[in-house]
T-cell receptor
Framework: AQTVTQSQPEMSVQEAETVTLSCTYDTSESDYYLFWYKQPPSRQMILVIRQEAYKQQNATENRFSVNFQKAAKSFSLKISDSQLGDAAMYFCAYRRNAGGTSYGKLTFGQGTILTVHP | SAVISQKPSRDICQRGTSLTIQCQVDSQVTMMFWYRQQPGQSLTLIATANQGSEATYESGFVIDKFPISRPNLTFSTLTVSNMSPEDSSIYLC???????????FGPGTRLTVL
């Protein structure tokens, strides 16, 4: 079974600074997606960024980028120029990309609470 | 992208009663799921809502406790039956878009059982 581990229960960053959130995963599959979701106090799950395992290039979305190390099974999220609105719980998630009964199912990490200080 | 709505957004219920949560997607999606998020915890998959057939439940979740329906491609319901305080959680509906590379979530239903 796939597992996702976020070893940082809490992180903090000063506004305008850069912070990196860590995520590791375990799988025997070769074709999968990795996601970072943000969950503010409103509890809405917001997709921040996604990475397809077969793509070598790290995904980037504006101030958000990932460092995807497939061999090491590591998928960290870097937030540049942090803003107060970035404060939230961040979840790393894994999803198998092939068909079968497990397709579409997300396995989540434990989450990292990010605090942004003005 | 798909927009998912859920009703109710929150509810406070008495022990032993049941609550049905509705999930509506504004476009056709390939797959729909129900997740539970207990206080301060991560999300755990309850089941896959299959259109026109019985849902597929994850280990630890059973149909008698969490009956699910999905009568069409854009709508699903989750019922939490015979509730106890341990069922107090956020319940989230999720869907995979037609492009398969995105996964959307509803705003969640916060359930408190007294």
């Amino acid at each position: 079974a796939q597992t996702v581990t976020q070893s940082q229960p809490e992180m903090s960053v000063q506004e305008a600074e850069t912070v990196t959130l860590s995520c590791t995963y375990d799988t025997s599959e070769s074709d999968y997606y990795l996601f970072w979701y943000k969950q503010p106090p409103s509890r809405q799950m917001i997709l921040v960024i996604r990475q397809e395992a077969y793509k070598q290039q790290n995904a980037t979305e504006n101030r958000f980028s990932v460092n995807f190390q497939k061999a090491a099974k590591s998928f960290s999220l870097k937030i540049s120029d942090s803003q107060l609105g970035d404060a939230a719980m961040y979840f790393c998630a894994y999803r198998r990309n092939a068909g079968g009964t497990s397709y579409g199912k997300l396995t989540f990490g434990q989450g990292t609470i990010l605090t942004v200080h003005p | 992208s798909a927009v998912i709505s859920q009703k109710p957004s929150r509810d406070i219920c008495q022990r032993g009663t049941s609550l049905t949560i509705q999930c509506q997607v504004d476009s056709q999606v390939t797959m729909m799921f129900w997740y539970r998020q207990q206080p301060g915890q991560s999300l755990t998959l309850i089941a896959t809502a299959n259109q026109g057939s019985e849902a597929t439940y994850e280990s630890g979740f059973v149909i008698d406790k969490f009956p699910i329906s999905r009568p069409n491609l854009t709508f699903s319901t989750l019922t939490v039956s015979n509730m106890s305080p341990e069922d107090s959680s956020i319940y989230l509906c999720s869907a995979v878009g037609q492009g398969h590379n995105e996964q959307f979530f509803g705003p969640g239903t916060r359930l408190t059982v007294l």
